[in-house]
């Protein structure tokens, strides 16, 4: 039977809060402030178009989606960026008020940040340094958020990614970047997390030292213009969700924007994770800010609450988020692909049946049990870290001898690779 997304009630509210964005436009912003606008707040949950530009050669994280100036993070401060179903006058006046009591959050991390600037810790040894000791080799990529270089420490020879960033007075990416900055700066004892060596903050720059990482699994997949091997996301698998596990437990964290982007290789086969801009402390195990991610890997729970007066949420989102992002790299291509925008994707999300892998496709039992348990609808249902990781798909990449960092040169040293699920071992 054929899909009619036009007529579901879903569709007519998305439709209806459009209006509603479109009407508080043109009315001037009267009550929000200069640095937010309606176009800002509905394009965090765009998907990227193909051809946007990105920092290539290497990443890192994080590359911010703007420029941005730390010192301004006190004071009266704009809207969260919020997914379409918000954008009402109750939840609106609730998010306003989680802006004002995070200021003083935003201010403490700062203030921590800031004392920190200058000091770079590489191999657990603590250096005071200077923007000056870096000889810069060459130019990794660009944005708009500024320019990454590869660069040299030059007492100790250390090679590094390092971002170099403009100060201006956007105040939402103040938060992105001091929130990034303090989880990576904390998550030093974590192996899959990328690691951040220190930062300097000068009257006009952020410069940001980062490990060296080759590419992104998102770029990696359109390098391949096909399928990742099961084997590669076992390992990828394990590193996120231990990942994402420390980030709860210890750091007491939600990443928020779990994606093949944000997952990092390097030419030693290592998998990490990046990019905690939007990351968010749990309350009692909850989140209770709503800042937004992707829409199209948001889990369906964030897109329609259950209950809209009390919009919390677990870290069983960022579980769907994984599940999403195996789908894709394991078929080689977006599982709600051809949407016409991202109110087309959070339709489907909701309206559809979960994506999945079969057996038939050539994916082993564990492996589609894996992703069919983390895209369970019902978020009460899906499993949390600590599940994940006893199940077997997990237990079993946890030991396997897989040899990701041969693959990635082969991958990386071919014009084109179409058989690149050919002749894969696993020992």
Not at 81 to 92: D, I, S, Y
Not at 171 to 177: P, Q
Request: with cysteine; charged share 25%; proline share 6%.
């Amino acid at each position: 039977m054929e899909r009619q997304v036009s007529s579901s009630p879903l569709h007519q509210r998305i439709l209806d809060f459009e209006a509603r964005i479109r009407k508080w436009r043109l009315s001037g912003f009267r009550n929000v402030a200069s640095t937010t606008t309606v176009e800002n707040t509905v394009r965090i949950l765009r998907r990227p178009p193909e051809n946007q530009t990105r920092a290539s050669g290497c990443h890192t994280s994080p590359m911010p989606r703007r420029i941005m100036n730390l010192d301004v993070v006190n004071g009266k401060q704009a809207l969260r960026r919020r997914p379409p179903h918000e954008w009402n006058g109750g939840l609106l006046q609730h998010a306003t008020a989680n802006r004002y009591s995070d200021s003083a959050e935003v201010q403490r991390r700062y203030e921590e940040i800031k004392a920190r600037s200058g000091k770079l810790t590489i191999q657990g040894v603590e250096y005071s340094a200077h923007v000056s000791d870096l000889d810069s080799m060459h130019e990794l990529g660009f944005g708009t958020c500024g320019h990454v270089f590869k660069m040299r420490y030059k007492p100790t020879g250390h090679i590094m990614a390092v971002k170099q960033m403009a100060r201006t007075s956007n105040k939402d990416e103040n938060k992105r970047v001091i929130m990034d900055l303090d989880v990576v700066l904390r998550s030093h004892d974590c192996p899959h997390i990328v690691r951040c060596f220190g930062c300097f903050i000068t009257e006009c720059d952020v410069w940001v030292c980062m490990e060296l990482m080759a590419t992104c699994l998102e770029k990696l997949s359109k390098r391949l213009k096909g399928p990742i091997p099961e084997p590669i996301l076992g390992k990828m698998a394990v590193s996120v969700v231990k990942a994402l596990d420390y980030l709860k437990d210890v750091q007491g964290i939600i990443h928020r924007d779990v994606k093949p982007s944000n997952m990092l290789l390097d030419w030693n086969g290592t998998i990490k994770l990046c990019d905690f801009g939007i990351s968010g402390r749990l309350v009692d195990s909850k989140a209770k800010t709503r800042t937004a991610g992707c829409a199209a890997y948001m889990a369906p729970e964030r897109i329609d609450p259950p209950d809209p007066t009390r919009p919390d949420y677990d870290i069983r989102a960022d579980v769907w988020s994984l599940g999403i992002s195996l789908v894709e790299l394991a078929m080689g291509r977006f599982p709600y692909d051809g949407c016409n925008g991202e109110f087309e994707i959070l339709s489907r999300i909701l309206s559809e049946t979960s994506p999945q892998l079969l057996p038939d496709q050539g994916f082993s039992e564990m492996f589609c049990d894996f992703v069919g348990q983390c895209l369970t609808k019902d978020y009460r249902q899906r499993p949390k870290y600590k599940k994940l990781l006893e199940h077997p798909f997990i237990k079993y990449y946890e030991t396997a001898q897989v040899d990701v960092a041969t693959w990635f040169s082969q991958v990386m040293m071919t014009p084109s690779t179409p058989d690149a699920n050919s002749n894969f071992q696993v020992r």
